[in-house]
């Protein structure tokens, strides 16, 4: 074969190929959303379980799935700030830029909890806007859902979009299924007192009536201090906690500190999706974490010794 036919056989069939639409994640539980509405769409995450989504380095891998991404989906309300508008500049992307219809921020379509109308360095690391992990709000994904859909449909081929509704539709019956699961969950948690490390589960210990009596930081975004420990120590709300709760992207010596001196279990579990089975979509998740907070709730008596970390 000729290389002039050859080059006139690669020429009618990249003519004929489509485009990949391209969705970039900030976070899985992105990822997850928009892979239910597109499944055939190409996605990359920049970030993992086992990562703080507030520092990531914006690294030439990313830059270049941001360059080629029809669409980025990202927290905002500030979780992303320390990286996100580096990595945009550095794609030049046109299409994903602030106030353009290629970056979508879920913080946008739901409502916030604890915001701040004057914030300092002496506050620590907190967010104007409020708390960015809202993601594992029951009540909050089906409007992201809804509005992230309709961004679709404004970005992607017409090609890509044909069957979302459908799948939008179904998406939406599954979670209204998980949601009474997560609300038969919830009944045997609710007074539960816990001790946390930074926020990242307070929307849905809010859901499940999960009180976070005392925080590992002594102020958000600071890592636990030898002081601040030893004043948890001290502190007669510790007496009332069922459980140490932290994140696997958290160092877990402070955690083991307080465990080892007041007898209760650390529980490790992600604050976002994983390649677990378990865990590997956003409902999973939720029930995953509550799940697992159930077997040390005072209304349960079985505790798993595969949970006791």
Not at 30 to 50: E, G, I, K, Q
Not at 105 to 120: E, N
Not at 137 to 148: D, G, K, T, V
Request: proline share 8%; charged share 20%.
């Amino acid at each position: 074969m000729s290389s002039r036919l050859l080059t006139v056989i690669l020429l009618a069939c990249s003519c004929g190929a489509r485009a990949e639409f391209s969705v970039f994640a900030c976070e899985p539980e992105w990822a997850d959303l928009a892979r239910a509405l597109v499944p055939d769409a190409r996605v990359t995450v920049a970030t993992s379980a086992w990562q703080d989504p507030h520092y990531i380095e914006p690294r030439p891998s990313l830059i270049a799935a941001m360059r080629n991404s029809d669409l980025a989906v990202c927290t905002g309300a500030s979780l992303e700030t320390g990286w996100l508008p580096v990595l945009i500049q550095r794609a030049a992307n046109h299409n994903i830029a602030e106030n353009r219809q290629g970056l979508f921020y879920a913080a946008s379509h739901t409502h916030l909890h604890q915001p701040h109308d004057h914030i300092d360095r002496s506050m620590g690391d907190v967010h104007p806007e409020g708390n960015p992990h809202f993601h594992l709000n029951p009540h909050a994904a089906p409007e992201i859902m809804e509005r992230l859909a309709h961004r679709i449909e404004q970005v992607a081929p017409a090609e890509d979009t044909k069957f979302m509704r459908a799948l939008h539709t179904r998406w939406k019956m599954r979670w209204k299924q998980s949601q009474e699961q997560w609300r038969a969950l919830a009944v045997g948690l609710k007074g539960m007192k816990v001790v946390v490390q930074h926020s990242g589960f307070d929307y849905l210990l809010r859901y499940a009536g999960i009180e976070a009596v005392l925080d590992l930081e002594p102020k958000p975004g600071l890592p636990p201090t030898p002081s601040h420990l030893n004043q948890l120590l001290n502190d007669p709300r510790l007496q009332e906690a069922s459980v140490i709760l932290i994140s696997p992207y958290q160092d877990p010596q402070p955690a083991q500190w307080l465990a080892e001196r007041t007898g209760l279990k650390v529980l490790i579990l992600p604050t976002t999706l994983t390649e677990d089975e378990a865990t590997d979509t956003l409902p999973e998740l939720i029930t995953h974490i509550l799940t697992s907070l159930s077997r040390f709730s005072p209304k349960s008596t079985r505790v798993s010794v595969s949970d006791e970390r």
